[in-house]
């Protein structure tokens, strides 16, 4: 398929999701559903850049000095591109004047917002996730071919840490963040998105942000990490142990891998999502951590390393072929240790797929 194609394709679904929810207009700007609509990725800035999609017209406006940046499909939406002098928000307005309902993109600026709403009073408002959400979420082949390849770029840099040829004991934690992030881009991908690198007490704090602490010898490192290759999404954990572990952490290493594997075989299409969590809490439960698993099982992933759909208590969405999500069980025993384990996993009809191959096992360097 043509790319023309592609965004046309994903407009007219969009189109159909407005038509049924009483949308009439859908408004997006920086975040990841205007790429996904017309791939094009607004920059972050004072300048507004913004889609607006009704059903007759799709127009992206983008400020002058980056409409060269556009690749326009005429095909399938309009360019209008304001000048310095020009005043965007009224451009923007005036492409909404005929909505009653808008959905808007999450991350659409208030400073922007905050003025359209001036413009348009007695409108109604909704997230766009409302109309966009569950395309997204449900990956096309070649979407879930993506998903793959930056998993497996992941998967090696994990390879090396298991190898032991990522030096840990004796550097900091930022020291490898700052390695593992130069060798997700050396084994392909365009962007880091984090490297956490948690040793010891501080790997109890599932998004510790890696400092100067150094690694010693006897301690867990937890490594939880990923960037985007192609458009598309890496996340994975994996922990290591310097040196022999004790044997609480043998046995929770060995209950959380339990867990994670009945998180993974949960996720089947026709499930739910809160299926995933429950499958995996109740594995922890019962070895005696749950108190110790304190956050959600997984988060959808594609374009965004986090999206819908959740893997969490209460969202009883059902699981669909395509839907792409992390899960990651983990436990944290505060000031002493904690450890998770992660694996990205696509639901199919012939079941649930890792997009991570990496040995699960807690290696011993
Ligand atoms: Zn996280
Ligand atoms: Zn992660
Ligand atoms: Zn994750």
Request: with cysteine; net charge negative.
């Amino acid at each position: 398929m043509t790319s023309a194609a592609l965004y046309s394709q994903r407009l007219s679904r969009v189109r159909a999701a407005m038509r049924e929810r009483s949308v009439d207009a859908l408004l997006v700007s920086v975040g990841h559903d205007l790429p996904y609509l017309i791939g094009y990725h607004a920059m972050p800035l004072e300048r507004l850049t913004a889609l607006v999609v009704t059903a007759s017209n799709a127009t992206l406006v983008v400020p002058r000095l980056e409409a060269p940046r556009v690749e326009h499909h005429a095909s399938v939406f309009d360019l209008v591109s304001w000048d310095e002098t020009h005043d965007p928000i009224a451009v923007t307005a005036k492409l909404l004047r005929d909505a009653k309902c808008i959905a808007v993109g999450d991350q659409m600026w208030a400073r922007f917002l905050v003025d359209l709403l001036a413009h348009l009073p007695g409108r109604t408002y909704v997230r766009s996730v409302e109309v966009v959400g569950a395309l997204r979420a449900t990956k096309d082949d070649a979407e879930i071919a993506a998903l793959a390849a930056a998993g497996a770029a992941a998967d090696r840099v994990a390879a090396q840490l298991q190898r032991g040829e990522i030096a840990l004991a004796g550097r900091t934690e930022a020291a490898v963040s700052a390695d593992i992030s130069a060798r997700l881009l050396a084994e392909g991908h365009d962007v880091v998105n984090f490297a956490i690198v948690a040793a010891g007490e501080n790997a109890s704090s599932p998004h510790h942000h890696p400092g100067r602490r150094e690694i010693q010898r006897g301690e867990i490192v937890l490594c939880d990490f990923g960037g985007t290759m192609n458009g598309y999404c890496s996340d994975i954990t994996r922990c290591v142990f310097l040196g022999e572990p004790p044997a609480d952490v043998q046995r929770a290493w060995a209950d959380l891998r339990r867990a994670q594997e009945a998180g993974v075989q949960a996720g089947v299409v026709g499930g739910t999502c809160e299926s995933v969590d429950t499958a995996a809490r109740s594995v922890l439960e019962d070895a005696g951590w749950g108190e110790y698993f304190i956050h959600r099982t997984g988060h959808g992933i594609g374009m965004e390393a986090h999206e819908e759909p959740y893997m969490v208590h209460g969202n009883l969405l059902p699981i669909a072929h395509g839907h792409a999500f992390s899960v990651e069980p983990g436990i944290y025993v505060p000031g002493q240790w904690g450890m998770r384990l992660e694996d990205i996993v696509v639901a199919t009809v012939d079941g649930p797929q890792r997009m991570n191959h990496t040995p699960r096992d807690l290696v011993v360097l």
